[in-house]
């Protein structure tokens, strides 16, 4: 009798069991939302401004390609406002994305800062990218000659130092006026960076070059 009373309690127990997995629903899935449903049916629009030294390579050297990128691989409306000169952007109701709008920005902000299309296209592809400007008087107070031989450092010889800088840290590095835009990750942004300031403070280029063959040897050992 009490083996029958136990199978019985056990046959119970599971029966109870299989009615309380029984009455959970499964977890619902919902597919992600589209640009125009996260603004409520809204268009949302950028609008960037073309600098004039920058208005005729955009007009006939990489209009094209950064149209192609834009419409096809994210989804957004671009167009060209010779008036204004202004890029604009904008949703469209199969943007897949709300963030490539801002990533399309993003892009066409690093053309106009100097950036070539092919390297800038990154931005759009890569999510841990970014652009990162400075100016020589952040770093160091410099008029006249001082100032253009800082400019010169940076360069060097054919542009050899920038490419060296750019080629060692897996960044793009452009130098325009006294301004210095670095596109790249943030801890590859930090090393170009570095550098970059250590030639504004005066020093040798063979001295930046050996830091920074030790610090990417490290960095490639972390990672």
Known sequence: MQS????????VE???????????????RFPPLRAHEISDGQV??????????????????????IYSSIMEQMG???????????????TRPDTPDASNLQKCADFVSAFMMGFEP????ALLRMDELYVDTF?????KTLRGEHLSRAIGRLSGKGGKTRIAIENSTK???????????????FANIKIARTSLCSLILGSPAGK?????????????ERF
């Open 4 to 11: 029958d009373g136990g199978a019985t309690s056990m046959e």
């Open 14 to 28: 599971k029966l109870a069991s299989e009615v309380k997995h029984a009455s959970l629903a499964p977890n619902p």
């Open 44 to 65: 949302q629009f950028r609008k960037i401004n073309v600098p004039r030294h920058r208005y005729t390579p955009l007009k006939k050297e990489a209009w094209m390609e």
């Open 76 to 90: 957004i409306d671009i167009r060209m406002n010779p008036k204004a000169r202004k890029v604009e952007l904008k």
């Open 118 to 121: 092919k390297d800038a296209v």
């Open 135 to 139: 100016e020589i008087k952040d770093v």
């Open 171 to 185: 960044t793009r590095i452009v130098i325009a006026d006294t301004k210095i835009h670095i596109l790249g990750s």
């Open 208 to 220: 930046v070059y050996s830091k920074l063959r030790s610090v990417t040897a490290r960095l490639a």
